[in-house]
């Protein structure tokens, strides 16, 4: 009775590149190799049976006495093949061979095992590796890349260039800066003449402020509620962290194994793109937050950042959309509000009211 055809391979002296591919059978007397006219039978009397090959994955079938030539097959079941299995003289080799075979396969499950759980936990842990990434990169080259987005963003916008009074608002936002300049990121203020309620922040540390939203704003808390929301988009490096996000894992595994390079030529060549990429919902919460927490440290009460998002609900319909910026997800200003107010409820700490006058600096501003 032919036995199943099992797919192999012969190793032959004869064979024009010592090697050849085929199918095995297994008959009463012998394991035979068929590969159209090549055919090599090994008599079962002599038939010796081991594992072997690249990572013992392969059943070999050999004789002691031509030891350069062998049949081999990746393909087990063939050891349940009854001429074989119950040959008396092959118990003892099929035993070790299926030994061998049965670790190999533990082994390859362990390894998937492995490599799955450690894509689970590279998905599950993704957002902290992300951010060590990120922190990996040097600010200078936000900084770069933020000189040329900062070209684009303003291109054709007229910045208000009254020096006075731009010392005046730095002498208001001084404690929240310095909270921000002390963990090393080099904050320029630019105010761009624009009626639109926005403000948006750019890597490394450079915040666009449009005169409408100080035009719209009821106190100088609310203005550092803001620019305290844009910082906490600067110091949660949340640009590097979307771009990352956004190159994928593949970039992610080279970084984490020290290849930073790689990232940092896609980051360069992001330019425009760079903005757009960094906001995601859970940046705007974590903003809000850290900004929240930067206003408390400086000792300026954080709840202007309430009234003033209560305020950007009420306006929503006409307010443009632009990356980062303070509106870039406003479907959200609801629940960002109630957050906030969450947090609210646990402040205690004394506030210092902010210097100057906010009138005098608004209508200033707007002449
Ligand atoms: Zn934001």
Redo the contacts with the bound molecule.
């Keep these: 009775m032919p036995s199943k055809i099992y797919e192999g391979v012969l190793i032959h002296p004869d064979l024009p590149s010592g090697r050849c591919g085929g199918e095995i059978s297994v008959s009463s007397f012998a394991i035979t190799f068929t590969s159209g006219a090549t055919r090599h039978a090994i008599s079962l009397s002599e038939l010796q049976i081991s594992a072997g090959g690249a990572g013992n994955r392969f059943l070999f079938f050999t004789t002691n006495r031509e030891s350069d030539i062998s049949i081999y097959t990746a393909d087990r079941s063939i050891l349940k093949e009854p001429v074989l299995a119950s040959n008396t003289r092959l118990e003892s080799q099929i035993k070790s061979s299926s030994k061998v075979l049965r670790k190999l396969a533990i082994a390859s499950m362990v390894v998937v095992a492995v490599v799955g759980l450690g894509i689970l936990g590279l998905a599950l842990s993704k957002d902290r590796i992300v951010r060590g990434i990120a922190n990996q990169i040097p600010v200078s080259w936000e900084e770069k890349a933020s000189d040329q987005l900062f070209g684009t963003l303003t291109a054709g916008r007229e910045m208000v260039k009254n020096d006075s009074l731009k010392r005046v608002f730095e002498r208001a936002a001084q404690p929240l800066l310095s909270e921000v300049r002390r963990k090393g990121f080099k904050i320029d203020l630019y105010f761009v003449k624009d009626g639109t309620i926005n403000a948006f922040a750019l890597p490394g540390g450079k915040v666009v402020i449009q005169t409408g939203l100080v035009e719209n704003a009821q106190s100088w808390e609310e203005v550092m509620g803001v620019l305290a929301?844009?910082l906490a988009?600067v110091t949660n490096r949340h640009h590097v962290r979307g771009v990352i996000d956004n190159v994928g894992l593949f970039a992610l595994l080279s970084a984490m194994f020290g290849d930073v390079s790689a990232l940092a030529g896609t980051f360069a060549n992001m330019g425009g793109e760079l903005a757009s990429l960094a906001?995601s919902r859970s940046?705007?919460y974590e903003?809000d937050a850290d900004g929240w927490n930067y206003l408390v440290a400086a000792k300026i009460n954080p709840r202007g950042m309430i009234s003033f998002f209560e305020t950007l609900q009420k306006r929503q319909t006409t307010l443009e959309k632009l990356p980062?910026?303070?509106m870039?997800?406003h479907p959200d200003t609801k629940s960002r509000i109630e957050t906030l107010k969450k947090m609210g409820q646990e402040l205690k700490a004394p506030f210092t009211p902010i210097a100057g006058s906010f009138a005098d600096f608004k209508r200033a501003l707007n002449r």
Excluded: V
């Design positions: 929301h844009e988009h906001n940046f705007e903003a980062l910026s303070i870039s997800t």
